[in-house]
């Protein structure tokens, strides 16, 4: 990924328009980035700016981005950094690996008036030789407000002015990864996103060689109670691709007692493990109380591009499932700890979706009625003919 990035082969050159990766949580893409693909394109010469809009859901996105981009700026000034001799070694850097000095005041990089994310860029580029990615991790949280969007199109904006100039002295890639699939699709298949026709892909999820490799380094330690590659894979799956949840699974098996059946056992502990991480985001909701309940559950059933969470009809029908009359100053302070709680997101104004879809899914999953009960209360059909 990190050479499709920095040294495309002429079918790879569209991904600097912008490269999106979207996958559920935890099932390692902040792990992916952080400890395999960052310090590939850093080994490649190129500067890499990160940023988690996730860290601070409730921050202003445009101002985490510009700090983190005022935050490398200044390293890069700063002789002896970490990130100057990192790019000393790998890159050959001479001209600034004392220090680049920019031509503008760091404080004012994005603010209204100041000096543009293209211009501070620019020089960036110039004086480095080499390429800067910027990563922005759960990039779905700039939407739904105008400094967010603002701030998109000033990054689209930058790889406009920056890769289209001849003979730059390097390109400018961004790469937005996120939790919900559609959102961070939208960013590049609606016409009015910033990022409209870059690339999209599915984030691909751990397979068999991690569950060999994982198997193979816990082997001394289960001994007999190691399961099978396949059984592991199939339980893997059950519970989201998620690594951690393999680790507790895995642990679980080394409690059983000897004797015990490993692959007979772990698609059960699998299924349950699975159902606890669904349960602990589920919780938050119910810890909020009846009306987050029904606002949750009214955003999942129509989704969060319908706005209608504040309409008449919106209100009495909380109204009619607490048992209670719910103004929309209430409905409001509710979204917020949501939004807080990070289960909710603002999509755009008045508009609210889901952050995780593994959690909407089961809360879908816990809505709905027991087939077992509606068999029970469905009406006697009477004798039969």
């Known amino acids: 990924m990190a050479k499709q990035l920095l040294q495309p082969s002429f079918l790879d050159t569209s991904l600097r328009s912008g490269l999106f990766l979207s996958g559920q949580r935890r099932v390692g893409k902040t792990t992916f980035l952080a400890t395999d693909l960052i310090p590939a394109l850093e080994d ?54 004392a220090g680049f000095t920019f031509g503008f005041t760091l404080a004012d990089v994005g603010k209204e008036g100041g000096v543009s994310l293209a211009h501070a860029f620019k020089e960036l580029i110039d004086q480095a030789k080499t390429n800067v990615v910027l990563i922005i991790d759960e990039v779905q949280h700039a939407l739904g407000s105008t400094e967010g969007d603002n701030m998109l199109h000033a990054l689209k904006a930058t790889r406009d002015a920056i890769n289209t100039r001849p003979g730059t002295a390097g390109y400018f890639l961004f790469l937005g990864t996120g939790s919900h699939r559609a959102r961070v699709q939208e960013l590049s298949i609606k016409g009015n996103q910033a990022f409209n026709g870059a690339v999209t892909h599915e984030f691909p999820v751990l397979g068999r060689d991690f569950i060999e490799y994982v198997l193979q380094q816990v082997k001394p330690q289960l001994g007999a109670m190691a399961p099978s590659v396949k059984v592991t894979e199939a339980a893997f799956q059950r519970m989201g691709s998620r690594p951690e949840e393999l680790m507790k699974a895995l642990n679980v098996l080394r409690g059983l007692p000897q004797g015990a059946n490993p692959d007979e056992h772990l698609p059960t502990i699998a299924q349950s493990l699975g159902a606890a991480a669904a349960d602990i985001e589920l919780q938050k909701i119910e810890a909020l109380g009846p009306l987050a309940e029904a606002i949750f559950s009214r955003i999942c059933s129509i989704g969060g591009n319908v706005k209608g969470g504040f309409t008449a009809d919106a209100l009495k029908e909380y109204s009619t499932q607490i048992g209670r009359e719910v103004t929309a100053q209430e409905v409001q302070g509710v979204i917020g700890l949501l939004t807080s709680a990070n289960l909710l997101m603002r999509v755009k104004h008045g508009h609210y979706g889901v952050t995780d879809s593994f959690v909407e899914k089961a809360w879908m999953t816990r809505l709905r009625p027991d087939p077992l009960l509606q068999l029970d209360a469905s009406p006697d059909p009477g004798p039969s003919t």
Do not use: C, F, M
């Not at 985490?64 to 890159?91: C, F, M, N, W, Y």
């Open 44 to 97: 490649l010469g190129a500067i890499v700016i990160y940023v988690d809009l996730w860290s601070q859901p409730q921050a202003n996105p445009a101002d985490l981005v510009h700090d983190a981009i005022r935050k490398s700026l200044s390293e890069l000034q700063t002789p002896g950094s970490g990130i100057l001799q990192k790019l000393k070694r790998v890159a050959s850097l001479e001209a600034g690996a």
